[in-house]
């Protein structure tokens, strides 16, 4: 495998055909409940959390920095009205406003660069509550795009050969990375949050291979 001299990134296969190593959108299939979501224009999707720093009187420059509330998932959805379909219909829920929805819904973000199926992530986008729907009418320009705001409660992410095996392989170079288990579950959906997992204060003595 021929790869750039400085970063090791892929240039060709060991052959020297040729190779693509760009993610791009259209190997992306937006599913819920197993079932396409057509004319979607663009999905965005942001996982935040506020970092703390712990400061100390007598000390110019923080000591310890630690998150201090859990991850919230949010996004925006835009899609072009198809099919007689508003963006709520195409996400398989029969109500078309905002105050409607009683229930949440998963999306599932299907990535399919590679051939193997197997090989395929999945992201779940779990327990997902509409916050907003918005749509003009206009005479500049008569094509109906429609915008929803969400939050959801979690984001995980799984290989499709089995349940919970984690999507972070290293990718295309198989770079190794620290073996730390609450990590992973939390990664592959098994538990909420990772902070919670016992041992956080001596973490980095107990993993060899963290550094």
Same mark, same amino acid.
């Given at each position: 495998?021929?790869?750039?001299?400085?970063?090791?990134?892929?240039?060709?296969?060991?052959?020297?055909? !040729?190779?693509? @190593? *760009?993610? &791009?959108?259209?190997?992306? %299939?937006?599913?819920?409940?197993? /079932?396409?979501?057509?004319?979607?224009?663009?999905?965005?999707?942001?996982?935040?959390?506020?970092?703390?720093?712990?400061?100390?009187?007598?000390?110019?420059?923080?000591?310890?920095?630690?998150?201090?509330?859990?991850?919230?998932?949010?996004?925006?959805?835009?899609?072009?009205?198809?099919?007689?379909?508003?963006?709520?219909?195409?996400?398989?829920?029969?109500?078309?406003?905002?105050?409607?929805?009683?229930?949440?819904?998963?999306?599932?973000?299907?990535?399919?660069?590679?051939?193997?199926?197997? !090989?395929?992530? @999945? *992201?779940? &986008?779990?327990?997902?509550? %509409?916050?907003?729907?918005?749509? /003009?009418?206009?005479?500049?320009?008569?094509?109906?795009?429609?915008?929803?705001?969400?939050?959801?409660?979690?984001?995980?992410?799984?290989?499709?050969?089995?349940?919970?095996?984690?999507?972070?392989?290293?990718?295309?170079?198989?770079?190794?990375?620290?073996?730390?288990?609450?990590?992973?579950?939390?990664?592959?959906?098994?538990?909420?949050?990772?902070?919670?997992?016992?041992?956080?204060?001596?973490?980095?003595?107990?993993?060899?291979?963290?550094?």
């Amino acid at each position: 495998m021929a790869q750039a001299p400085n970063t090791n990134s892929t240039l060709s296969l060991p052959s020297g055909i !040729n190779k693509t @190593s *760009t993610a &791009i959108s259209t190997n992306i %299939i937006i599913l819920v409940n197993n /079932t396409p979501v057509g004319a979607i224009q663009s999905l965005a999707i942001t996982e935040r959390r506020p970092i703390r720093m712990i400061d100390e009187v007598g000390t110019d420059g923080h000591i310890d920095s630690v998150p201090n509330q859990s991850t919230n998932v949010t996004g925006t959805c835009q899609r072009v009205r198809f099919d007689r379909l508003r963006i709520a219909e195409s996400l398989g829920r029969g109500f078309l406003h905002n105050k409607s929805q009683q229930y949440p819904f998963d999306i599932v973000i299907l990535d399919k660069q590679k051939r193997d199926q197997a !090989n395929q992530i @999945s *992201t779940v &986008i779990k327990n997902v509550w %509409i916050s907003e729907i918005s749509y /003009t009418y206009q005479v500049s320009d008569w094509v109906i795009t429609e915008s929803m705001n969400w939050e959801a409660e979690d984001i995980f992410s799984i290989l499709n050969n089995g349940s919970n095996v984690p999507a972070a392989q290293g990718g295309e170079l198989g770079i190794k990375h620290a073996a730390i288990p609450t990590e992973t579950l939390a990664d592959t959906g098994a538990r909420r949050g990772s902070l919670d997992g016992a041992g956080l204060i001596d973490l980095a003595s107990t993993i060899p291979d963290l550094f």
